[in-house]
């Protein structure tokens, strides 16, 4: 049994307080989401098969046209096997400054492919200038080669044994004979078991430039994917144990620009990012850098010019944002275990989901423009849940959870300039907010002091 309240409102203004008579409920059966997108490229162990490899350190180089640097360097001491393959250009690419770089220790195994097609200036992107790095990264001049250079780096440790599992590692970059130029990538590995694969570029000959990515391993069993367009950027930092990663900012003609960042610091975590519109920027946070988080699932799928944020810390957490449509933006925000947040988004739309307690569940819907949703579940809260779903234009949605077992819905079906804020402490309580119509104001109050911004009808 729980002390519900239920407010519908059609072209007026209303504000309750307290809780009402007692009776059953019927939640709302929640929304169903998305499937997180399949991971974008094939195992980094698959690149190897077929390979003969042999005991101890081994290396093949093969580079064409001018212009190739090529630097292998293994210090893999007994019991460690090291295998490294550079492969730069093709007889029809042209000619190009392409550079390679491999460095490989420790006592365990380490793989490393790196292969960079063709320089070929065919897509008319400027080919001036440097990639583009984030702050503090490597910004050594490559003037010399006539500002097409595809960098490429990969630095492996495993001092785990010869019986530990091998560092795979795998760098292309203007794949498929199609031309490369401004492009960099780096994989560094520190651990045993962790996969990397980045693949920049490969859709067409206006695919291929400017692009940068950077995969940081330290720990065992670590997997990270990374596949990118031009001057797309994304930045992946794993440590830890178990965690995965998989960003797929796509090859689409015309479509550039896009950023990701990953950073997972405990064990078991997930993030996946799709992003297939033009600048649209995505940031997943898992663990703070002096707290591990375990078991995180994070999934972000994004269109149009989508601005999603994603910090999980904790265990069991799990965020979900499916954005489609322009200029939305999500943020999530949830420390504590075993907390579920989901949130859809069409248009312009702008939400705020932050959870910090335990188990809490909440759902975001809005489709419309100029729509605003901010969920906040309070440190010490258990088992609360919301629904918030907005259909209209400019509406406002606040809901502060702050007890145990509390629950929430908010329905604005149509209309414009709809605001409904809710407030709900100590446990057991229900509300239902309907709003249908244009300027309706909503207040619900629930053994809280009255919500900011309306007040409690006395």
């Known amino acids: 049994m729980k002390k519900f309240l239920t407010i519908t409102a059609s072209a007026i203004a209303l504000s309750m307080a307290g809780s009402a008579l007692a009776q059953e409920t019927v939640e709302t059966e929640r929304p169903a989401q998305s499937d997180a997108p399949a991971a974008p490229l094939d195992d980094a162990d698959s690149y190897f098969d077929g390979t003969a490899m042999t005991s101890g350190n081994q290396s093949n180089i093969t580079q064409y046209s001018d212009g190739n640097d090529a630097d292998v360097d293994q210090s893999n001491s007994t019991g460690g096997n090291g295998y490294a393959e550079i492969v730069q250009g093709t007889p029809s690419g042209g000619a190009g400054g392409n550079s390679a770089s491999v460095d490989q220790s420790g006592s365990g195994a380490n793989n490393a492919l790196i292969e960079q097609k063709s320089t070929a200036r065919s897509n008319g992107f400027s080919p001036a200038g440097e990639p583009t790095r984030p702050a503090g990264r490597d910004t050594a001049d490559r003037s010399d080669r006539?500002?097409?250079?595809?960098?490429a780096v990969i630095d492996q440790t495993n001092d785990a044994?010869?019986?530990a599992e091998a560092n795979d590692a795998v760098i292309q970059q203007g794949v498929s004979g199609v031309a490369g130029f401004a492009n960099e990538a780096q994989i560094a590995q520190n651990g045993s078991g962790n996969e990397a694969v980045v693949v920049q570029g490969g859709g067409t000959n206006h695919e291929d430039g400017n692009m940068f990515s950077n995969v940081a391993q330290t720990g065992t069993g670590n997997i990270a994917q990374s596949k990118q367009g031009e001057a797309d950027y994304s930045n992946i930092e794993q440590s830890g144990d178990g965690n995965e990663a998989y960003v797929d900012q796509g090859d689409l003609f015309g479509v550039l620009g896009r950023t990701s960042d990953v950073s997972q610091n405990g064990t078991g975590n997930m993030a996946s990012v799709q992003q297939n519109a033009r600048d649209a920027m995505s940031s997943v946070l898992q663990g703070l850098d002096d707290a591990d988080s375990a078991g995180n699932d994070a999934v972000v799928i994004q269109d149009a010019n989508a601005v999603s944020v994603i910090e999980q810390n904790g265990t069991g957490n799990m965020a979900q944002t499916e954005q489609s449509g322009a200029l939305a933006s999500a943020y999530v925000d949830q420390i504590g275990s075993g907390n579920d947040s989901f949130i859809r988004q069409t248009a312009d739309s702008t939400a705020t989901a932050n959870q910090y307690g335990s188990s809490g569940v909440s759902d975001i819907l809005q489709s419309g423009e100029g729509n605003s949703a901010t969920l906040t579940q309070t440190v010490?809260?258990?088992l609360e849940r919301s629904l918030i779903e907005q259909n209209g234009t400019n509406g406002v949605v606040e809901v502060t959870q702050r007890g145990t077992d509390n629950y929430s819905?908010?329905?604005?079906?149509?209309?414009?300039?709809?605001?409904?804020?809710?407030?709900?402490?100590?446990s057991g309580n229900y509300s239902t907010v309907t709003q249908d119509g244009s300027n309706n104001s909503a207040s619900v109050s629930q053994n809280v002091s009255a919500p900011m911004g309306l007040p409690v009808a006395q």
């Open 409 to 426: 819905e908010v329905f604005q079906l149509a209309g414009d300039m709809n605001s409904a804020i809710v407030g709900q402490g100590g």
């Open 161 to 163: 044994g010869s019986s």
């Open 146 to 151: 006539g500002g097409a250079v595809q960098l």
């Open 380 to 382: 010490g809260s258990s």
